[in-house]
């Protein structure tokens, strides 16, 4: 379980990979990502695919049933 509060938030998770190669649009690879897949039983039709980059956390999300993505866009780091 990702979250849970009965008949609010149900959200499940699954680690279908934790050797996959993402890249993005701007052509900014990661390589062993851990990649999981998202459902809820309150919305079954709902189903995603999260991608975590080593030291770096959520690079990529694939909704498959809207066919949508979010990527990364920038890695700001301190001075």
């Known amino acids: 379980r990702q ?3 009965l008949g609010d938030a149900e959200d499940l998770a699954q ?9 993005l649009s701007n052509q ?3 390589a062993h990502c851990l ?3 998202e459902t809820s039983p309150l919305e079954p039709e ?6 975590y980059a080593p030291g770096v956390g959520n ?4 909704d498959l049933t809207a066919n949508e993505k979010s990527e990364l866009v920038q ?3 301190g001075p």
Do not use: R
Request: no cysteine; hydrophobic share 45%; aromatic share 10%.
């Open 59 to 62: 690079v990529l999300v694939v």
């Open 35 to 37: 990649k999981t897949t």
């Open 15 to 23: 680690v279908s990979s934790v050797d996959e190669s993402v890249t």
């Open 46 to 51: 709902a189903l995603e695919n999260k991608f």
């Open 3 to 5: 979250e849970y509060l």
């Open 28 to 30: 900014q690879t990661f």
């Open 75 to 77: 890695i700001i780091t």
